[in-house]
Nanobody, 121 residues
Framework: QVQLVESGGGLVQPGGSLRLSCAAS????????MGWYRQAPGKERELVAT???????KYGDSVKGRFTISRDNAKRTVYLQMNSLKPEDTAVYYC???????????????WGQGTQVTVSS
C-alpha cells in the first residue's frame, strides 16, 4: 500500500503565503514525478506544478513567479511554497505522485486526499 499525506492548507489573506507538504510512504521502490494540482468549485482540476526526480520543474501559467515546487527525495516529500496568494487561488489542492512499487513492472499514479486553501480577507 502507498499513502500520501498532505498538510499545510488553510485560510490566508490576499498577498499572504502558505506552504503545502505531501509525504509519500509505504511500499515504494522509487518515485518519479511529483506534483500539485488544484480544483476550484465548478471547475476542472488543473495543473499547479510538477517536479521530476532530477529537479526539473513545470508550472501552470496562473502561478508562475508566485509558487515554487521542491522535493526532498530522502523524505519522499514534495512541497509547494505559495506566495502572493490571490482569491482565485482558492481551491482544494491535491498532491500527485508517479512511482514504482516493488515487484510491479509498471508505474502507478497516486493522489493525496486534498487540502483546502482559501484566500480571503
Amino acid at each position: 500500500q502507498v499513502q500520501l499525506v498532505e498538510s499545510g492548507g488553510g485560510l490566508v489573506q490576499p498577498g499572504g503565503s502558505l506552504r503545502l507538504s505531501c509525504a509519500a510512504s509505504g511500499s515504494i521502490l522509487s518515485i518519479n514525478d511529483m506534483g500539485w494540482y488544484r480544483q476550484a468549485p465548478g471547475k476542472e482540476r488543473e495543473l499547479v506544478a510538477t517536479i521530476t526526480s532530477g529537479g526539473r520543474t513545470k508550472y501552470g501559467d496562473s502561478v508562475k513567479g508566485r509558487f515554487t515546487i521542491s522535493r526532498d527525495n530522502a523524505k519522499r516529500t514534495v512541497y509547494l511554497q505559495m506566495n502572493s496568494l490571490k482569491p482565485e487561488d482558492t481551491a482544494v489542492y491535491y498532491c500527485n505522485v508517479d512511482l514504482l512499487r516493488p515487484g510491479v513492472s509498471w508505474r502507478s499514479d497516486y493522489w493525496g486526499q486534498g487540502t483546502q486553501v482559501t484566500v480571503s480577507s
